[in-house]
Every structure is written in structure tokens, then in C-alpha cells.
């Protein structure tokens, strides 16, 4: 009787150790997700010209306040479709200073856009690693050749948080005109820098002054 006890527990802690999905290959099951939020602001906008001095300011405001930067994108959405061109040109003028252009067309928003407003919308991208660090399957004992569930998690939750541009990890980036003498500049600078470990060497000594 000792021994069929033992047994059954010998079976039930390796059914135990085996929880979890199996993963015989390579690939990673833990992979980056990304997500995109829009955010809204409307300005009021006269039918013809520009934004006035005090909504600039406030459309300033809000771009400083989301920390408007690089991998943002930004929209214009006007009830008079096209609209004024001077009115785009404005909100283009002050994305400007952020580094960033207004981008065509503008992804559908909750809401009307009050009368004698342009709505403008910031979308934003985040990458994230969902459901790690993911230990759903114990590293040992493993009878199943299965890769560890945790496996991928660092190095693509690291590539996550480090990416500039979220969008990238959908679509990549097109391959534009390569300038040879812009992507040689840094390798000439550091061949044509003087060795650090030039000169003489420094004179030192245990004695005191």
C-alpha cells in the first residue's frame, strides 16, 4: 500500500509540472500588443482664416500638457470637410514646434464637433507585453521538450518599451533614399578622431608632495 500511495503522488506532481501550453519551437508565444488611443480638443475656428491668437495659445496648452512628441500623430477633423486650408495651416503651424505635421484624413470620434469648431485628434500608440512574466508551465521538471512559457518575454518586453514609434511593429518603416555620405559621417569621425591612448604616459607616484 506504501508504494501505490507514493505512486499516486509521484503521478499527480508530474501532471502538475506539465500545466500549461507546450511549446516545442522557437517562436515566442509572448508577443508585443499594441494598442492606440485618440485623444480629442476642439478650437473654435472662424469659417475663413486661421485659429485667433487665444485658441493657438490654448491648442499650445494641450499639446505641451499631452507631452506631444515623436510616434504621435496628428489629425484635423473638419465639419466642412477640406474646409480652409488657413485653418489646417494653423493647427500644422503649431504641431510645427513639436516636430510633427498634421496627417490626412482623422479616425472617427465620439460626439459632434460643436458649431464653429475644428476637432483636433491625437492618436497614440503604446507596446506592451501582455500576461508577463509568464510562468504558467514550471521550468522543471520538463518531460515534454516544451520551451519555457517565460521564454520572450524580456526581449520583447524590452523591445517594447524601447521602440520610438510603437506603429512600427505593424507595418516597418519604408526604405527611402539612402544618402552614402550622411551614413558614412559617423564611421569618418571616429577614424579621424585622435586615439585617446596618445602621448606620453602620466607619471605617477606613492610619494606625497
Same mark, same amino acid.
Given at each position: 500500500?506504501?508504494?501505490?500511495?507514493?505512486?499516486?503522488?509521484?503521478?499527480?506532481?508530474?501532471?502538475?509540472?506539465?500545466?500549461?501550453?507546450?511549446?516545442?519551437?522557437?517562436?515566442?508565444?509572448?508577443?508585443?500588443?499594441?494598442?492606440?488611443?485618440?485623444?480629442?480638443?476642439?478650437?473654435?475656428?472662424?469659417?475663413?482664416?486661421?485659429?485667433?491668437?487665444?485658441?493657438?495659445?490654448?491648442?499650445?496648452?494641450?499639446?505641451?500638457?499631452?507631452?506631444?512628441?515623436?510616434?504621435?500623430?496628428?489629425?484635423?477633423?473638419?465639419?466642412?470637410?477640406?474646409?480652409?486650408?488657413?485653418?489646417?495651416?494653423?493647427? %500644422? +503651424?503649431? $504641431?510645427?514646434?513639436?516636430?510633427?505635421?498634421?496627417?490626412?484624413? &482623422? !479616425?472617427?470620434?465620439? =460626439?459632434?464637433?460643436? /458649431?464653429?469648431?475644428?476637432?483636433?485628434?491625437?492618436?497614440?500608440?503604446?507596446?506592451?507585453?501582455?500576461?508577463?512574466?509568464?510562468?504558467?508551465?514550471?521550468?522543471?521538471?520538463?518531460?515534454?521538450?516544451?520551451?519555457?512559457?517565460?521564454?520572450?518575454?524580456?526581449?520583447?518586453?524590452?523591445?517594447?518599451?524601447?521602440?520610438?514609434?510603437?506603429?512600427?511593429?505593424?507595418?516597418?518603416?519604408?526604405?527611402?533614399?539612402?544618402? %552614402? +555620405?550622411? $551614413?558614412?559621417?559617423?564611421?569618418?569621425?571616429?577614424?579621424?578622431? &585622435? !586615439?585617446?591612448?596618445? =602621448?606620453?604616459?602620466? /607619471?605617477?607616484?606613492?610619494?606625497?608632495?
Amino acid at each position: 500500500m506504501p508504494s501505490k500511495t507514493l505512486f499516486a503522488l509521484i503521478a499527480v506532481s508530474t501532471a502538475l509540472t506539465a500545466c500549461g501550453p507546450v511549446n516545442r519551437g522557437l517562436e515566442s508565444v509572448n508577443q508585443p500588443v499594441v494598442s492606440r488611443t485618440d485623444y480629442v480638443f476642439d478650437v473654435a475656428a472662424p469659417e475663413y482664416g486661421g485659429l485667433s491668437d487665444a485658441e493657438g495659445a490654448r491648442l499650445d496648452a494641450w499639446f505641451r500638457s499631452m507631452q506631444l512628441s515623436y510616434g504621435d500623430t496628428v489629425y484635423v477633423d473638419d465639419p466642412q470637410g477640406a474646409g480652409d486650408p488657413a485653418r489646417r495651416g494653423a493647427v %500644422a +503651424a503649431v $504641431a510645427g514646434r513639436y516636430g510633427l505635421l498634421v496627417s490626412p484624413g &482623422a !479616425p472617427v470620434t465620439a =460626439g459632434p464637433i460643436p /458649431a464653429g469648431a475644428i476637432r483636433i485628434v491625437v492618436s497614440r500608440t503604446g507596446a506592451y507585453v501582455p500576461d508577463c512574466p509568464n510562468w504558467d508551465r514550471a521550468s522543471q521538471p520538463e518531460f515534454a521538450a516544451s520551451t519555457s512559457s517565460n521564454y520572450g518575454c524580456a526581449t520583447n518586453g524590452n523591445l517594447a518599451a524601447m521602440i520610438a514609434n510603437p506603429e512600427d511593429l505593424l507595418r516597418g518603416r519604408a526604405a527611402g533614399t539612402t544618402d %552614402a +555620405a550622411t $551614413a558614412a559621417k559617423a564611421v569618418a569621425g571616429y577614424r579621424a578622431a &585622435a !586615439p585617446t591612448g596618445g =602621448g606620453a604616459l602620466k /607619471a605617477e607616484s606613492s610619494k606625497g608632495n
